[in-house]
């Protein structure tokens, strides 16, 4: 027995490799994404890999099962809205390993579009449900998630937040279980999800969840802490912890499994306490589970608490009149420190032409989403991956039904056009869209934290994969005629092409292609320097939002330790005063324009 | 239970330096529970760190008025979680200046009275140019470590814990420097 620290996802990635899971797969997504690069290290004993999206990530893990072994499948929450439609079939096919489905939330939303509560999934698929409230938790709920899978042949849901997947605390560690023995045979009544055969599945998941109700009265996870008063705290995950902080004479009824619901347990808490707070991140699940159970009973939940951000130890403070959060400090009255296009980063000369070209862009979900902000203020939408073709396609008819025609563009990274923008784009191509679809392919999964993804060429587990060629399968695969691939540090090369594709009446789609200025090793490379003068203050440079570029004395002034010396205020700035510091400075002059027009008719 | 809050901006090792301190606390015999936050704050937005110690810890989470200690790699992530600090919690501030984007491209001013505003609210506040000083000793990048050293000279924890981690949580060839740094902090005056 070893003990450290690990984040909660460490301490998942641990569990999956303890409790004898041979199969992992994910799509990356924040708070949710160290999970599979943590199960990466035990390689030798699980296959792990990224799907090119969650329902990809998922099927595959189904697939899995089949043959008995033992699964985990990893996503953000909104991943799985992505992965809903196997999720809900799992639950009729069961697991013949156990199966582990993680989905991390984002209480708070600190890097998400929404904060929707999964313990809905959970119920709306009848499968059991499992909350981790520190690392330790997070790693014996993947063990006992499997014990559980197994006894009662259901996938389990593992729901972690961003508290507790991105927080560290002491876990111990223990040895690895041996994996059962594979044993796939055909038997097409448990494997084929037919009206006949599901009809007769969905009465055995309505018996499993009451059998799984009764197991969860007894499950050591969910217990009972005695208190000295006649108050009561019902509480689960994270907001168990805070709430520890506060409650320190009262009852606790931890939850480790809000749903199936513990219900004899809670009886039996609720008859100790005259008034029970409950203590919930987001949705009311284990409060109308009580109020059910004990209508009569005084219970403080959502009418009282937020049903919005984090159940926070100040939250609940605030809430119970207890501690004035009325800042000292107004921290509002100092400057904001928003998150940025990195130095150098190969988005920024796109957005700086659809910015001054004024263009209607739908958006989609990357760390381009930030070119949205300003100063470059060239994003519109932002729905969800993929949206960006789709959404430009529904504006672009509805408003030819009505006469009109803006200027538009989607814009979509290339993670996220493999993960669903392909599909949209089929759409584009079938119901002959006149629209422009950029691709900003930076050729690896950025936002996240750079993971591999089918154009990096490398495979989770570090193996060699095909490069998957985004203008070769957009021209030569979907025969968009008008397909192009351009450097993405290629000022004016963007604008000229943007203009003459904007102005076309056909299809066309346009390859950004640059790597990720984190990754690109810059040995030649020397940072831009301005020539004071020769600025003339016209602030056209600071207009890029590039981190490096700041002013001094009114005058464009550069960051060297920053500047990566990509040139694109270079060729911004209308007046010469940008240059690279020395003479092997590399210029883009040097680099291949990414066979400039190559794919334009 | 204490609280120990690091700020700073993402890149300037703020991750790493709360890694190192719960070794720190760790191997010291407490209990540690860290929280931090990721994402966006990954492209030059503000990074925080909290860290909490004790016999027993429940939340990761840092609260109004709980911090003990507050260690920001930058004087405007100082004041930006001054509201953190006890009345009689102790701040120690790197005195280096990293405009965030809005004053770089001109549209708001960077604060001329951060100092002002951390002393009137710290009574224990130590300003230290971490920044200058890493850079004279031959690498900018060990500015997070020589701050946590200037934490520890604050602590009551055997310096011997604090070196043994640096030792074991930096790349293998910075080790000297880093325990330069180290020292630098730790033997700071203000």
């Known amino acids: ?601 | 239970m204490k609280t120990i809050i690091i700020a700073g901006v993402g890149g300037q090792g703020v991750l790493t330096a709360s890694d190192l301190l719960s070794d720190v606390l760790l191997d010291a015999g407490y209990n540690v529970k860290k929280s931090e936050v990721h994402g966006m704050s990954q492209r030059g937005g503000d990074v925080i760190a909290t860290i909490k110690f004790g016999e027993e810890v429940f939340s990761p989470l840092p609260a109004i008025k709980n911090a003990d200690y507050i260690l920001a790699f930058e004087k405007l992530e100082g004041l930006r979680n001054i509201n953190f600090l006890k009345n009689d919690g102790a701040m120690i501030v790197n005195d280096f200046v990293w405009e965030p984007l809005p004053v770089a491209s001109g549209t708001v001013e960077y604060p001329d009275d951060i100092e002002d505003n951390l002393k009137k609210y710290s009574s224990d506040l130590i300003l230290i140019p971490a920044t200058d000083i890493a850079t004279e000793l031959g690498n900018v990048r060990t500015t997070n470590v020589l701050l946590v050293g200037v934490l520890a000279s604050k602590m009551d924890i055997d310096k011997e814990i604090w070196i043994n981690v640096v030792k074991r949580k930096v790349p293998p060839k910075s080790i000297d420097l880093n325990l330069s740094a180290f020292e630098k902090g730790y033997s700071f005056r203000a």
């Open chain 1, 1 to 601: 027995m070893k003990r450290e620290l690990l984040s909660g996802n460490e301490a998942i990635a641990r569990g999956a490799y303890e409790a004898g899971i041979t199969f992992a797969s994910a799509y990356p997504g924040t708070p949710s994404t160290e999970i599979l690069e943590n199960v990466v290290r035990y390689k030798d004993d699980i296959h792990c890999q990224w799907g090119t999206n969650e329902k990809t990530a998922f099927e595959e893990a189904m697939g899995a099962t089949f043959t008995g072994a033992r699964v985990l499948v990893a996503m953000k929450h909104v991943g799985l809205n992505v992965a809903a439609d196997p999720l809900f079939s799992s639950s009729y096919l069961g697991a013949d390993g156990g199966f582990i489905i993680v989905s991390a939330d984002d209480p708070g939303m600190h890097s998400s579009q929404n904060e929707q509560d999964n313990r809905n999934y959970a119920i709306a698929a009848k499968i059991p449900v499992l909350e981790p409230s520190d690392s330790q938790e997070a790693k014996d709920f993947v063990i006992e998630g499997i014990k559980i899978s197994e006894k009662f042949n259901t996938p389990v849901m593992l729901r972690s937040s961003t508290r507790v997947s991105h927080s560290r605390s002491a876990v111990e560690t223990g040895e690895r279980e041996t994996p059962p023995e594979l044993h796939y045979e055909k038997d097409f009544q448990k494997t084929m999800l037919l009206p006949v055969i599901a009809r007769k599945k969905h009465i055995i998941v309505e018996e499993r969840q009451k059998k799984i109700k009764e197991f969860s009265d007894t499950f050591k996870h969910n217990y009972i802490i005695e208190g000295k008063t006649r108050i009561g705290i019902l509480a689960s995950g994270i907001a168990f912890q805070n709430g520890r902080e506060i409650f320190k004479d009262d009852w606790f009824l931890k939850v480790a499994m809000p749903y199936p619901f513990p219900e004899e347990l809670y009886k039996k808490f609720a008859d100790k306490v005259d008034k029970i707070y409950v203590l919930e991140e987001n949705d009311p699940i284990m409060e109308n589970f009580a109020r059910l159970i004990t209508p009569d009973k005084e219970i403080i939940g959502k009418d009282f608490f937020p049903l919005t951000g984090e159940m926070t130890e100040d939250v609940i403070l605030s809430k119970l009149g207890k501690k004035d959060l009325t800042p000292e400090f107004d921290t509002n009255s100092i400057p904001h420190r928003p998150p940025s296009l990195c130095p150098g980063c190969p988005h920024t000369a796109t957005f700086h032409n659809l910015n001054i070209q004024k263009v209607t862009v739908t958006g989609d979900i990357g760390c381009y989403t930030l070119g949205g902000l300003p100063p470059l203020n060239a994003m519109d939408t932002t729905i969800d991956m993929g949206a960006s073709i789709t959404a430009m396609l529904g504006m672009e008819k509805a408003m030819a039904k009505a006469g009109k025609k803006l200027k538009q563009a989607a814009v979509i990274g290339d993670s996220t056009f493999f993960h669903s923008g392909i599909t949209g784009l089929l759409d584009l191509i079938y119901n002959d869209s006149k629209g422009t679809v950029i691709i900003l392919d930076n050729s690896i999964t950025a936002m996240t934290g750079h993971q591999d993804n089918p154009g990096t060429g490398k495979t989770l587990m570090g193996d060699d994969a095909p490069v998957v060629d985004i203008l070769k399968l957009v021209r030569d695969g979907l025969g968009i005629e008008h397909s192009f691939e351009i450097d993405g540090y290629d000022v004016k090369g963007i604008r000229t092409l943007l203009r003459e594709e904007l102005k076309r009446e056909k299809l066309s789609v346009i390859v950004v292609k640059r790597v990720c200025a984190l990754l690109f090793k810059k040995p030649n490379w020397s940072p831009t320097v301005v020539d004071p003068d020769k600025c003339i203050k016209c602030n056209l440079c600071l207009k890029l939002g590039c981190p490096a570029i700041t002013s001094k004395d009114g005058k464009a002034f550069i960051v060297s330790s920053l500047c990566t010396g990509c040139s694109v205020c270079i060729q911004v700035c209308p007046h010469d005063a940008m240059n690279h510091a020395n003479e092997d400075g590399m210029h883009i002059k040097d680099t291949s324009l990414a066979d400039f027009f190559k794919g334009g008719k």
